[in-house]
């Protein structure tokens, strides 16, 4: 499978996931000049930022490696835009999380809430 059309299926099954636990999807691919958020969830009284990474024959060292420190500061940087845009969700917690589909050792789905935050 070409690996857009793997990352298109893994972001199907990240948002069927969420939705299945409650989640109301707000956006799917998100964009900016300074990124892209793959899901934007609503849960209650959180906004969720997730990142889906679908990893077929990746480990925790290739999860570590495509999450890095300047990866995950344009996901912050982006959300900041969104929330600057959409100010309604203004007085939500916020939160990021990943979301890793296929990988081996994990179960199909692994939601890793709060998996970073902003760096100060």
């Known amino acids: 499978m070409h690996s857009r059309a793997r990352g298109a299926a893994g972001e199907q099954k990240a948002a069927d996931f969420l939705a299945g636990k409650g989640y109301r999807i707000v956006e799917r691919n998100w964009r900016t000049r300074r990124g892209e958020i793959n899901i934007i969830a609503d ?20 999860l570590e490696k495509e999450l890095g420190r300047l990866k995950q500061k344009r996901i912050v940087e982006t959300a900041k835009c969104f929330l600057s845009k959409y100010r309604q969700y203004n007085c939500r917690y916020v939160r990021f999380d990943v979301i890793v589909v296929d990988m081996p050792d994990f179960e199909s789905v692994y939601h890793i809430e709060n998996a970073f935050s902003e760096y100060v």
């Open 43 to 62: 849960t209650g009284d959180t906004i969720v930022f997730a990142e889906v990474k679908t990893l077929p024959s990746g480990n925790l060292q290739t």
